[in-house]
Structures are given as structure tokens and as C-alpha cells.
């Protein structure tokens, strides 16, 4: 158990190269492609006909994806098929320039893609080689530990647009503030893959530097693309989720405003984006009562979760953070007695009691006549006891 958690832990370290123009292309895609993608990077290369070709084991996605069922096999299996009834790795595809027209086109990103003898083998399209395979310049470093947290695909690919614009400033300006991002709410649904430009004339219009967003508004009404078309309900369903997912995974905490255009609709969204080291500084840092920086509370929660995921969900591991002052080695220690202990009915409850009253490791009760009561041996429990009567508090 603990060799495949600490393997686990040392997988989800690894960091990985995305291009900025890959980041930044408007287009479509999947959360799982985003996430193949990231784990593919650890294992990219060219193959003997130049094909930029990435390879990944079972037993890797196995670790990764944390499943345990054969099902989740199944649905790899299923991506690699081409299908217009439901999502494959087919899907994503981005806006780039035709090298020889200069005009943009949707460039389909995987091009092939097998599941066979427990190995997945992704093929991505040989006009994208340049900013897939021996990316040196213009690029994000990105977490794969991040990439695998997130749980929507708007939330990914609203992190990644940030970390991307961040990240090159940083590479001007060396100092950790706070920055501001402008996007215009058509371009961010464009970016988000909410919105697609099928015509040429549209593809043409985006990328200029300052659009005709009105015209670009009139060619999404007349194609009914009318997902999340409201902008209370994209704000509301999209944004505000998607920056609770980040703020409390990602490296960043991001606020954002709306500005109103014509007819006082929010027509641009303005996102401030703070890196979360900063707030260990002194003068910025956010002491709770308990005097831990918030952060420093983020990154035992993330730690934690990391090698509890198996059993407890991120909100149990939070409260049990809060039970014990975010006391990281006794958390440890007590989930490991936890893993030791036979017959546990709610895990949640019984890891809160054990918090509260010191469990020690579980003593096997003898089977001789029973002892005196003062005999006793100290710090032995009836665990299913406790644990229930603290169910009832």
C-alpha cells in the first residue's frame, strides 16, 4: 500500500512543457485528452518516421486516474475509436495557421490512437511537431499533479490561459504582484472550446487585434450556438466554479470582475491573478486564528488529499485538517493506525474521534479470562463505540 502511494505521489510530481500557442489556441476538446496529454508528455518522442508519438502503460493511468475497475479500461479503449455519437480523443482540435495561405484552419490534434496489451499509443498530427516535441522557448510549465486535480475541463483550460499569460510576464518582470488579464467574453468562449468558428470568414476576424466582436456576436446567433449564451448563467455555471476549482488547487488566486459594454451587458472579463507564494510574505500573509498562513493550509490540504485520496474525499481531508490544527505528521500517523483497524463503518467519523482522543495503534485483545478492572491497558479503545458516539454529537 505504501509503496504504490508513495509511487502514486512521485508520478503526479512530475512537471511537463505546453506550448504557448497550443495553450492559447481557440478550439475544442476533452478533460480526458487534456489529462492524456499531460501524462503522454512524460513519454513523448519521435518515432522512425518522424511522427511525434507518445506511449503510456496501464499501469500508469491506473495510478493516475486512481481507478480500480476494469470500466475505466473500457472508456480508454472507447476514445481511441472514432465516433460522432460521443467524445474521443478525435475531438480536439485547435485554430492554427496554414503555413503556405496564412489563413487559419481547425487542425485536428491526435491523429491516430491505439489501446492494445495494456498500452496506449497517441499519434498527434505532424503540422503541430514544433510545439509538441522539443519545445524550447515560448512554453508553460505546467503540474501534473494540477492537470490531474481538476475535475472540469473549463476550470483546466481557464488555469492554463492564466498560467500561460503569468508565466510570460514573469519572464520580463521578475517580481511575484498581483497582474491583470483582459478577455472579451466571445474570445474566452472561443478559448474555452464553448463557442466554434466554422467559417472562414469568422476564423479571419479572430485573429486580428482588435475584432469585430459584433459581427463575430451576429455569426454565433445565426449558428445557434447557444450554450451558456446568457451571460449570468455562463458567469454563474462557468466562472465562478471554475475559479473555485483553481483558487483551490492551482498556484494562483484569481479574482476577476466584469466590464459592461453597450446596453450595460458585461462584454469583457477582468481577472487579477496573484501567485500564492506571495502570500506567505509577512505584510500580505492571511493568518487564520490559529497563526497559519493560508497557504502554508493549502499546500498540507493538497499534500494530504495526495495520500488519502484512496479513502476520504478533498472536504473530509480539509476537516480533518481543521480537527487538528493542521497537524500534517499526526494526520499521518493517525490515518495510518486508521489503514491498521478491522471493521470501520464511516472513516470520516472514526478519523475525527481518533483526532480527539489520541488513538494509539490498535491492541489485539487477549482471549484469557477477563482482568480486574483496574488491569487495564491504557489507550485501548472500542473504536466502532467511539466512533458512533461521535456520529450522534
Not at 510549465?141 to 510570460?168: C, D, G, V
Not at 478492572?373 to 463505540?385: I, S
Request: charged share 35%; hydrophobic share 35%.
Amino acid at each position: 500500500m505504501k509503496d504504490v502511494q508513495k509511487k502514486k505521489k512521485l508520478l503526479r510530481e512530475r512537471t511537463y512543457k505546453k506550448s504557448n500557442e497550443l495553450i492559447n489556441a481557440k478550439g475544442r476538446t476533452t478533460l480526458l485528452c487534456l489529462k492524456l496529454f499531460a501524462i503522454g508528455m512524460q513519454n513523448i518522442r519521435l518515432d522512425e518516421h518522424n511522427h511525434v508519438v507518445a506511449k503510456i502503460y496501464s499501469s500508469e493511468l491506473k495510478l493516475l486516474f486512481d481507478t480500480k475497475g476494469g470500466s475505466f479500461y473500457t472508456h480508454i479503449a472507447e476514445a481511441c475509436e472514432k465516433s460522432s455519437s460521443r467524445s474521443t480523443l478525435f475531438d480536439w482540435s485547435i485554430l492554427t495557421k496554414d503555413s503556405e495561405n496564412e489563413y487559419l484552419r481547425y487542425v485536428q490534434v491526435i491523429t491516430d490512437a491505439t489501446f492494445e496489451d495494456g498500452v496506449l499509443t497517441i499519434r498527434y498530427n505532424d503540422l503541430l511537431t514544433d510545439i509538441l516535441y522539443g519545445i524550447k522557448n515560448d512554453y508553460t510549465l505546467l503540474s501534473l499533479s494540477e492537470t490531474m486535480m481538476f475535475k472540469s475541463i473549463y476550470s483546466l483550460r481557464l488555469y492554463e490561459l492564466l498560467k500561460s499569460a503569468y508565466t510570460k510576464d514573469e519572464s520580463f518582470n521578475k517580481t511575484n504582484d498581483t497582474r491583470i488579464y483582459d478577455f472579451h467574453v466571445l474570445d474566452l468562449k472561443f478559448r474555452l472550446g464553448i463557442l466554434v468558428a466554422n467559417e472562414k470568414k469568422v476564423r479571419e476576424e479572430l485573429k486580428k487585434e482588435n475584432p469585430d466582436y459584433q459581427m463575430i456576436q451576429q455569426y454565433v446567433d445565426e449558428t445557434n450556438q447557444s450554450k451558456w449564451s446568457d451571460f449570468r448563467i455562463f458567469n454563474r455555471d462557468v466562472i465562478k466554479k471554475s475559479l473555485k476549482e483553481i483558487n483551490q488547487k492551482g498556484d494562483y488566486n484569481i479574482e476577476y470582475e466584469g466590464k459592461k459594454g453597450e446596453k450595460r451587458k458585461v462584454v469583457m472579463l477582468r481577472f487579477f491573478v496573484t501567485p500564492k507564494t506571495e502570500l506567505t510574505d509577512v505584510e500580505d500573509a492571511d493568518i487564520d486564528v490559529k497563526g497559519i498562513p493560508q497557504v502554508v493550509k493549502d499546500n498540507i490540504i493538497e499534500e494530504l488529499y495526495i495520500e488519502m485520496r484512496d479513502d476520504f474525499k478533498l472536504h473530509e481531508v480539509r476537516q480533518l485538517c481543521e480537527d487538528a490544527n493542521y497537524d500534517k505528521d499526526n494526520i499521518i500517523k493517525t490515518y495510518e493506525i486508521y489503514k491498521e483497524t478491522d471493521s470501520v463503518v464511516v472513516p470520516i467519523a472514526w478519523m475525527r474521534a481518533a483526532l480527539r482522543d489520541q488513538y494509539e495503534k490498535p491492541i489485539k485483545k487477549k482471549k484469557e479470562k477477563k482482568e480486574k478492572k483496574a488491569d487495564f491497558e491504557q489507550n485501548t479503545y472500542d473504536y466502532e463505540q467511539l466512533e458512533m458516539d461521535l456520529l450522534k454529537n
